[in-house]
């Protein structure tokens, strides 16, 4: 009988899984067309009240994005003023929709990838993943790897669709 060889495993190739990016902290939304002065603008001394007055703490250890869902007139100071709130409170904030904090974490998770172990690599990054935007997930993980990687491939060892190859020196 004949011995069954893993030439997946013997190929050297390297599988990267999208689920391994996925954010793992809960995420909420501040509006603040709440803080509207007659739904149309922010007028500071109320905003400023709501935001010495408002409960931080209940953010802390979660990402939040900060949006106004309402066409209104906020000035970009007010995103300053609750992010730096957030950031004291110990809560990631962006700003922008579940969305975006989702892409911003996958980011933040890519960019505390040690590329160093990559050197040289031939990689693929497996596609199928329950994930916010894998599209955008693949992307950020090539810009990341390219750099230092062989090659990178896109799908399943037993059917690879090439992305990119390193160039041979001359």
């Known amino acids: ?19 391994d990016f996925k954010p793992n902290i809960g995420t909420k939304i501040i509006d603040l ?11 500071e001394k109320d905003f400023r009240a709501f935001v010495k007055e408002h409960d931080w ?9 900060v949006i106004c869902s309402v066409d209104a007139i906020i000035p970009t100071w007010a ?27 996958i980011k933040m998770n ?7 172990k990559y050197v040289d690599a031939k990689l693929i990054i497996k596609g199928c993943a329950d994930i916010a935007d894998p599209a955008y997930t693949m ?5 990341k790897l390219q ?8 799908g399943e060892p037993c059917s690879t669709v090439p992305v990119y190859k390193k160039p041979k020196k001359k």
């Not at 067309?33 to 007659?38: H, V, Y």
């Not at 110990?90 to 975006?100: K, L, P, R, S």
């Not at 230092?148 to 896109?154: D, G």
């Open 147 to 154: 750099p230092v990687a062989s090659s990178i491939m896109y």
């Open 33 to 43: 067309k709440d803080n509207l002065w007659q739904g149309l603008a922010l007028k």
């Open 1 to 19: 009988m004949e011995e069954i060889v893993n030439k997946v495993k013997k190929s050297g190739l390297i599988q990267l899984d999208l689920a």
């Open 110 to 116: 890519i960019d505390q990838l040690d590329e160093s």
């Open 79 to 105: 995103y300053m003023l609750v992010i730096s709130k957030l950031q004291a409170a110990g809560a990631y904030g962006f700003v922008g929709d579940e969305n975006t904090v989702q892409k911003e974490l």
């Open 57 to 65: 703490s209940q953010y802390s250890d979660h990402a939040v994005g």
């Open 139 to 143: 992307s950020e993980l090539l810009k």
